[in-house]
């Protein structure tokens, strides 16, 4: 038999390594760019929850048959579709640029999944043709590439942007309980693995044979079924949480002192109730350093002399030449006794990466950050007379090794301080507060989210809001929280589930590669 010409080795290939697209293009780019505005109505405030699985099949079904060139396309158009809407509070003070620069980065990267996701439903079909492929490995690497895909956009880069993955819209959800087991991203896995078994047991055409619909049914079971990991309790334990509502955005008029002075307004009519085990003031409670200015040294050993508790208050301190965003727990006559650094300190908000390239590009926005805050090194936990609290300053609570270091150096409840003041009015908090209450199932913590302006509430470890204050009111609470200790499953894996997801579903895209490239080759030869 002679060799195979060019033109036939051109001719066979298609047909043999890639099906029919599902959607035409033009079909494709609508429905995903629908896709992308229904899965953020998924999330805070809207949260219709449901929305988040019609949205990720609105994108799969986009991608199906698709080349690398349209499906980066089709990619790019959900990313967009999502995040100009989901992030928009970005663009409240400081404009489009940041805005349109952040979504647009994100989506690139929505994009680059969107290339794997339809290589695989290219390649995997041909390498293991039969059932088991299609409803089983099939769903699974699907599963796995979307959640690399947010691995990705929560690392890189400075640190990455952990907002908007796929979990973050079921804190509401009675799929919520499974964050306890495998965490935010083992969640967001089984979400699309069921929305992707869904959709190839109705490519099969075999409806009527009830074993297509078991892959589909058993990912369903797990997330209805898998009950909250239980954590031990170990008695109670009373905050009280202070929103000053003081001037604390970006761009408000103030003078020295006006945030330490409606923190201190706001925690006088709680001072002379009985109990108080500690006073938790928000990110930025303070605008004075009280280790650099005796006055208010003064003013926070009276406010704890007089309720008989140590405060946990937020400001900004410096060592050397650094600037740090601090949390410090503060004791009558002894002053500071205990300090927490933000690990996480916000890109181009908190800090200007690579400074001098950005400024180049946009002097008038770089000009504005001033200051850059340094990493914090020490460990997120409070010794607070034996009970352990741990911590996370306002963007930290994003970040997963924040909340399972906290969890593993023992503590029994979350204490969290923000400022959503630069986001008034915005979807920004309740996003925020929506992270915070998977955070509590995850770690069968009891949280306080307290906020210079809110929303702040008390939230139990079943996710449970049990006490609150209106937003943009100065108030306080005082909650009585329940200690627990024990490690969820969650905390225990850690990184674990990421890592064995990311490396399970790209393996196995490539062994798909490799299969199906060898038997397009044998077809060739064979002149099949």
């Not at 088991?132 to 699907?142: D, K, Q």
């Not at 929303?455 to 204050?469: E, F, H, N, W």
Request: glycine share 10%.
């Amino acid at each position: 038999m002679s060799a195979p010409t060019a033109a036939e080795v051109t001719a066979a290939r298609p047909v043999a390594a890639r099906p029919s697209p599902f959607l035409p293009l033009w079909a494709a780019l609508i429905v995903s760019g629908l896709g992308g505005v229904v899965y953020d109505l998924a999330f805070p405030d809207v949260s219709i929850w449901p929305l988040a699985f019609v949205g990720i099949a609105m994108t799969l079904v986009s991608l199906i048959g698709r080349r690398a060139g349209s499906a980066f396309l089709v990619g790019l158009v959900f990313g967009l579709a999502f995040y100009l809407n989901h992030v928009s509070w970005t663009s409240l003070y400081l404009g489009p640029v940041p805005w349109l620069a952040l979504s647009v980065l994100e989506s690139l990267f929505v994009a680059g999944g969107a290339v794997l996701i339809t290589l695989a439903y290219r390649w995997l079909p041909r390498a293991w043709p039969g059932r088991i492929g299609r409803l089983v490995v099939l769903p699974l690497v699907v599963a796995g590439l979307w959640v690399v895909r947010e691995a990705v956009t929560g690392s890189f880069p400075y640190g990455g942007f952990p907002w908007g993955r796929a979990a973050l819209s079921q804190s509401e959800s009675p799929f919520a309980d499974v964050v306890s087991w495998v965490g935010s991203t083992g969640l967001g896995f089984l979400m699309v693995l069921l929305v992707a078994a869904v959709i190839e047991w109705s490519r099969v055409r075999a409806l009527r044979d009830v074993r297509t619909v078991i892959p589909a049914a058993v990912t369903l079971a797990l997330l209805l079924g898998l009950p909250a990991w239980p954590t031990t309790s170990a008695g109670e334990y009373t905050v009280a949480s202070v929103q000053g509502n003081g001037p604390a955005g970006y761009f408000d008029e103030r003078q020295r002192g006006d945030l330490l002075a409606s923190s201190l307004a706001a925690t006088e009519p709680i001072l002379d109730t009985p109990g108080i085990d500690v006073i938790l003031w928000p990110e930025g409670g303070s605008d004075i350093d009280p280790t650099r200015d005796a006055t208010t040294a003064r003013l926070l050993d009276r406010l704890t002399e007089e309720a008989d508790a140590p405060l946990l208050l937020n400001t900004v301190t410096t060592t050397g030449d650094e600037f740090f965003n601090t949390s410090m727990l503060w004791r009558s006559g002894e002053g500071s006794v205990a300090t927490y650094d933000k690990m996480h300190p916000v890109p181009f908000g908190e800090y200007i990466p690579d400074r001098d390239f950005y400024y180049a590009l946009a002097p008038d926005l770089i000009g504005l950050v001033q200051r850059g805050y340094s990493p914090g090194t020490k460990p997120p936990v409070f010794d607070l007379d034996g009970t352990i609290a741990g911590l996370a300053i306002c963007f930290d609570v994003i970040y997963d090794d924040v909340i399972w270091q906290g969890a593993r150096e023992g503590a029994e409840l979350y204490l969290l301080q923000t400022n959503n003041a630069d986001f008034r009015g915005t979807d920004e908090n309740m996003q925020q507060l929506a992270i915070a209450r998977l955070r509590a199932i995850e770690t069968g913590r009891s949280i306080v989210n307290i906020s210079t302006v809110g929303t702040s509430q008390v939230i139990d470890p079943t996710g449970r809001t049990i006490d609150a204050l209106p937003a943009y009111e100065a108030g306080a609470m005082v909650t009585d929280v329940e200690l627990r200790t024990g490690l969820t499953p969650s905390v225990v894996l850690g990184a674990a589930v990421p890592w064995t997801i990311a490396l399970a579903s790209l393996g196995t895209l490539l062994a798909a590669a490799i299969i199906a490239r060898r038997q397009s080759r044998r077809a060739i030869i064979s002149g099949d």
